[in-house]
């Protein structure tokens, strides 16, 4: 989701606010009618606005391509005065006269061209209005409109030539398409509930639709607007259009009906991925991809709801990417399997164990991503904040509170405390620690058995545990791996000082027993429970190339496949660096050559699991001690030279198989932790 306030707009919303307890009386609900006339190609934008602001002494910010040429009330003109300026953006102020509730304000300019170099992250920093005939983003943080208010209804109509197509979010009320009188196309959009914002695009588009009916409500208006070459993807657009239909039910049925009446999917010549009301702006270049319809266009669909729907207090922490997150793509990996499940929260965990320690934020102080330690937080510590609260209060209270949550809030500003409230009605219990710890509290716990004892008494074992936390403790529930001579057993412990003695019973005597295997509580994870991963080999500072094959054609393609694999040139190094250094290593080789060398090296031996199969193997090796290492190792040079394309993609996995250029099989290395083995205490 696009991060939509500014620090000067927060201020304004505080104040927004503080001014709108009730019974103070305010007149009309602040509005915006807003008439554009866009041409990409030239960028002259040119509107008239009619202005209902929050109060008389009305003071707005815009880009400083747009000036304002006439203002007036009731067709008496009115003096503008301009009022600073904050970088880009410049300010303006309007005193309207007593009794007057509305303003009619012309302004216009040429807007900057579309700056096609952003990177996703120029993107998030925060755009002006851009203009080109390959497409147009004027956002709501652009400052491209006179806004009322933080809060506020609108209606834009906006007319582009005839082979432009344009678009706000919100209802389309009417639509007119070329040739019309001008030969331009013009389209009329409303916004009856509160918005924050009105982003605006443009593009030479070709517009799709299907109309999906509802059981309850006005049928819904699903569309697509792709350029004429994304329009030409076989299937594409349909896909779209049928995987929106699909998630707008489920999140229906899971949350509560969707709010709006049309959902589009429109193309961005931007590496962007925004959602906004009723639609969401992607990349065409992302559009293409073949996984996005299975995980992004979902959790775009659902900021709708979260973001979109219910709205962000930022002051007090972003909440919405954490529950989209949990809501879409995690949900979507536990509905694929339990190993899925796990695989992402060790992504976020592995995220986490990354960032250095002193540089992690508290989760109530996130707003929003801008660099890679941030998203940790805002993404995967909130994400696993709600994955144990629905551990801690069971799936049936935390639907519950989902809903009441969309009931109460739509449309308003809601924040953590707003969610801890509704989940402390569905449990019926306080949930104040809980939300405490996970939300003001940076870092995370770093917890272990310190000693695990089992006791004889009356038929049945007692096992006491003693276990450690770092300091301040936190208050958590722990799942326990107990491991019996053929069976395990999973039971749960409640811990919250930094030394807890806490005892279970069993039926047998256990041979050991582990902390939360599959990792379902956020802490600093043990290097034992973090599985090496071939990235940590890509992102390497200074990697090394270990050749073990004399045949010079599979030395040229190991060396083509180290230039496409480490993001820096690796060095060439003898086999003394497989035990030597700490810098990561890659061993590449024939299959002989390579088992040799694991052998002499004192490494372990290929995996069973890999041996034999497909042309080419890769794996990495967890070792206690000394540098770590990975191995690709093929059957000849040309199975060597099929990896340069695929292998630099599969950076979050520990092992591959391949035949030829497609990968056969693959995962990441079992790491369930430590078993401490449980001491005989007669
Ligand atoms: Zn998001």
Do not use: C
């Not at 300091?471 to 057993?489: D, H, K, Q, T, W």
């Not at 200074?542 to 993001?567: C, T």
């Not at 093929?634 to 990968?663: E, I, M, N, T």
Request: no cysteine; net charge neutral; proline share 7%.
């Amino acid at each position: 989701m696009r991060v939509r306030l500014g620090p000067q707009a927060l201020l304004a919303l505080a104040a927004f606010l503080a001014a709108t307890v009730p019974g103070s009386g305010r007149a009309a609900t602040p509005s915006l009618e807003l008439d554009v006339e866009l041409d990409p190609g030239t960028r002259r934008f040119q509107a008239v606005a009619q202005v209902v602001p929050a109060s008389r002494d009305f003071r707005f910010d815009l880009h400083e391509s747009l000036k304002v040429t006439a203002a007036s009330v009731d067709g008496t003109p009115l003096r503008v005065d301009r009022a600073g300026r904050d970088g880009p953006v410049l300010g303006w102020h309007v005193q309207l006269p007593v009794g007057a509730a509305s303003l009619r304000l012309e302004y216009g300019g040429t807007l900057p061209a579309l700056d096609r170099s952003l990177d996703d992250r120029g993107v998030l920093r925060g755009l002006p209005p851009m203009a080109s005939s390959e497409g147009s983003f004027l956002p709501a943080t652009g400052a491209w409109y006179p806004q009322p208010a933080p809060l506020f209804a609108y209606r834009v109509t906006v007319s582009v030539p005839g082979d432009q197509r344009a678009l706000v979010p919100g209802r389309l009320a009417s639509e007119v398409l070329p040739p019309d009188r001008a030969g331009r196309y013009r389209a009329s959009f409303e916004f009856a509930e509160r918005a924050t914002g009105i982003d605006l695009m443009a593009g030479p588009w070709v517009i799709r639709e299907k109309i999906m009916s509802r059981a309850i409500g006005a049928p819904l208006r699903l569309r697509t607007y792709f350029s004429r070459e994304l329009d030409a993807v076989t299937g594409l657009a349909d896909g779209y259009l049928d995987d929106s239909r699909r998630y707008l039910e489920l999140y229906g049925e899971e949350i509560g009906a969707y709010p709006f009446t049309e959902f589009s999917v429109v193309a961005s010549p931007l590496p962007t991925g925004f959602g906004m009301p009723t639609l969401t702006y992607m990349g065409a270049e992302v559009l293409k991809l073949p996984f996005i319809r299975a995980t992004s266009l979902g959790h775009e669909v659902l900021h709708n709801w979260w973001g979109n729907g219910v709205y962000v207090d930022y002051p007090t922490g972003n909440w919405s990417e954490g529950l989209t997150t949990f809501m879409a793509d995690y949900a979507y990996k536990d509905r694929e399997s339990a190993e899925a499940a796990r695989a992402m929260r060790l992504g976020w965990l592995r995220d986490f164990a990354a960032v250095p320690a002193g540089n992690t934020q508290s989760l109530a102080s996130f707003r929003s991503r801008t660099h890679g330690a941030a998203a940790s937080v805002g993404y995967g510590k909130s994400a696993m904040l709600f994955v144990m609260l629905r551990d801690a209060i069971g799936e049936d209270a935390f639907r519950r509170g989902i809903r009441t949550f969309w009931e109460q809030h739509r449309f308003r500003l809601a924040s953590w405390s707003d969610l801890q409230a509704v989940f402390e009605t569905a449990a019926g219990r306080s949930l104040a620690s809980f939300f405490e710890q996970w939300l003001k509290r940076p870092g995370g716990p770093a917890v272990k058995i310190a000693h695990a004892g089992a006791k004889k008494e009356a038929g049945r074992v007692r096992l006491t545990l003693t276990v450690e936390q770092s300091a301040p403790p936190y208050a958590m529930r722990l799942p326990l791996e107990i491991v019996f001579p053929g069976s395990v057993v999973t039971r749960s412990i409640d811990i919250g000082r930094q030394r807890d003695v806490v005892t279970v019973d069993v039926d047998a005597l256990p041979e050991g027993v582990r902390l939360d295997p599959d990792l379902r509580v956020w802490r600093v994870l043990e290097r034992e429970q973090l599985p090496p991963i071939l990235r940590q080999w890509v992102i390497a500072r200074a990697p090394r190339l270990v050749q073990v094959s004399s045949v010079g054609d599979v030395r040229e393609a190991a060396m083509l496949l180290s230039k496409r694999f480490f993001e820096t040139p690796a060095q060439a190094a003898s086999q003394d660096a497989l035990n030597q250094g700490t810098e990561p290593a890659l061993l590449v080789g024939l299959h002989a050559d390579v088992d040799a060398a694991l052998a002499r090296a004192g490494l372990p031996p290929r995996p069973v699991s890999l041996a034999g199969r497909g042309s080419a193997q890769a794996w990495t090796i967890a070792r206690a001690a000394g540098p770590p290492v990975a191995v690709v190792s093929a059957k000849d040079a040309d199975a060597l030279r099929a990896l340069l394309g695929p292998l630099p993609h599969y950076g979050a996995q520990s092992w591959l198989v391949f035949d030829d250029r497609r990968a056969l099989d693959r995962g990441v290395w079992p790491a369930p932790g430590r078993l401490i083995a449980v001491q005989d205490d007669r």
